[in-house]
């Protein structure tokens, strides 16, 4: 069985995870990274692929672009594993979001997983997982999807969230480099929304970034920061409904 790997990981907290259950799925992967500007929607998708599609939640909601480059995807059909990464808090309608936007792009939902993963903003929350005990239960869950795929039940999973979903939150963070950076433009080239200048890397479009620190993560000069002052409100905000530890949920 070749499984589509279809993931939007700006700091590669989703693809870690839907990597993990890909590879206890199938032996035969391909990667199609809509991360990228460039994302055109070109993907080939038979009804005999299993797809995993995986996003993280941006304040309980799919992030708008990720949305936008899965309806350019021709589903024909394919079943479907829906992955939704977050960071500890909580996901609220990221899921529920997902399975409309893969549901009309022509995908049969059988499963869903909500899964935790690094925080992008604070990475001091959920650091390190996916762990070896989360790895573990992806395997478990592959297992069981497998089954349901080999017994011929194409139910469809209840999905928890709310339709209407969430509104979604502000602008949130713009990252920013200091005086180590040297415009070698890998921040622009890698931002998801082209909010960065090319010619001009200290120059963000506030209107344009999606706060997913992808610009920080990639920078080899560690040039990009956050405002200290917004990451010290975040931290206070999460430090609470983060101080639990969250396990993976499986709907199937």
Do not use: W
Not at 14 to 24: F, G, N, W
Not at 134 to 159: E, W
Request: with cysteine; aromatic share 4%.
């Amino acid at each position: 069985m070749k499984v589509l790997e279809i993931y939007f990981s700006p700091t590669g907290g989703t693809k870690k995870v839907t990597d993990e259950l890909s590879q206890a799925l199938s032996d035969d992967i391909e990667r199609v990274d809509i991360t990228v500007n460039a994302f055109g929607g070109e993907i080939k998708i038979t009804d005999e692929d299993l797809c995993v599609i995986g996003v993280p939640s941006f304040g309980g909601r799919v992030p708008a672009v990720a949305v936008e480059r899965i309806s350019q995807i021709s589903g024909n059909g394919a079943k479907a594993v829906l992955v939704c990464a977050y960071g500890n808090r909580a996901f609220e309608d990221t899921l529920v979001e997902l399975e409309d936007a893969a549901t009309k792009a022509g995908f049969e939902i059988i499963a869903a997983i909500a899964a935790v993963a690094e925080h992008s903003i604070d990475r001091t929350y959920a650091a390190g997982r996916p762990d070896a005990a989360d790895r573990t239960t992806l395997r478990s869950f592959a297992a069981k999807i497998s089954d349901k795929l080999q017994s011929g039940n194409d139910s469809v999973p209840m999905i928890p969230g709310n339709r209407p979903y969430k509104k979604r939150g502000g602008g949130g963070i713009v990252p920013k480099p200091d005086k180590s950076c040297t415009k070698c433009g890998i921040c622009a080239e890698n931002c998801p929304v082209g909010a960065i200048e090319k010619e001009d890397p200290s120059k963000t479009d506030k209107n344009k970034c999606i706060s997913c620190m992808r610009c920080i993560s990639v920078c080899p000069q560690k040039a990009r920061k956050a405002n200290p002052v917004m990451l010290a409100a975040v931290n206070v905000m999460l430090k609470k409904v983060c101080a639990e530890r969250k396990e993976y949920l499986l709907y199937i």
